[in-house]
């Protein structure tokens, strides 16, 4: 079945480093992808989708592409502010799944100052 | 309203308890779900509706969790004689057809 798998946290930045959070898929057909943020003691929030391979989404500096030779979705940020602290989910929606989202276990940033 | 409410926030059940989870969705979102994520994990899918029809209920984890959507807007997920491994935040999300999702902050249940 279709199944995502992330980077284990937690991770650890100093202001103003580069962020990559891997995520690599397992699904038939065309999935859609996302990246949800959690912060802390808030719900989960869409930060960034694609819907088609080589699309690239973006939201609030931060970027993913999605990479259908490497069943890839990987989160970047150029420069991380203390405020992106936040548990990052990679989902998919797919054809084997339907309209659910399919989630990976989640990744801990912490960014400090 | 603005986003989907869920009530209660917290809630504290003795083991074999029947607790009563509510969402209340975005205004007009046909399509609601509910997730479960246990401590550490993603959010795992429980079931979905759209309007009053429940078209799924395959994530449901036994035949002690039940959800309803009467009237195609307000939402209870129950599960029925609680037990430890039911501890968990417990989310509802809503959506236009086809359209993003919103979620809501999430019920924390702790079975002691």
């Known amino acids: 079945g279709d199944s995502v798998t992330q980077m284990e946290g937690p991770v650890t930045l100093s202001e103003e480093a580069f962020l990559t959070i891997n995520c690599t898929y397992t699904a038939t057909g065309y999935p859609s992808l996302f990246w949800y943020v959690q912060y802390p003691g808030e719900g989960l929030q869409l930060l960034l989708k694609a819907t088609k391979a080589d699309d690239k989404g973006s939201n609030k500096g931060f970027e993913a592409t999605y990479r259908k030779e490497t069943t890839s979705f990987h989160l970047e940020k150029g420069s991380v502010q203390v405020s992106d602290s936040a548990v990052y989910f990679c989902?998919?929606?797919?054809?084997?799944?339907?309209?659910?989202?399919?989630f990976g276990k989640g990744t801990s940033l912490l960014v400090t100052p | 309203g603005a986003g989907v409410s869920q009530s209660p926030r917290y809630k504290v059940a003795k083991r074999g308890q029947d607790v009563a989870l509510r969402c209340d969705p975005i205004s007009g979102h046909v399509s609601l779900f509910w997730y479960q994520q246990a401590l550490g994990q993603g959010p795992e899918f429980l079931t979905y509706?759209?309007?009053?029809?429940?078209?799924?209920k395959s994530g449901l984890p036994s035949d002690r969790f039940f959800a309803e959507r009467p009237e195609g807007s307000v939402s209870t997920l129950k599960i029925q004689r609680t037990q430890q491994e039911d501890s968990a935040v417990y989310l509802c999300?809503?959506?236009?057809?086809?359209?993003?999702?919103?979620f809501g902050s999430g019920t924390r249940l702790t079975v002691v």
């Open positions: 999300a809503s959506s236009l057809e086809g359209g993003g999702y919103t």
């Open positions: 989902a998919l929606s797919g054809s084997n799944s339907g309209y659910a989202l399919n």
């Open positions: 509706f759209q309007n009053e029809a429940q078209l799924d």
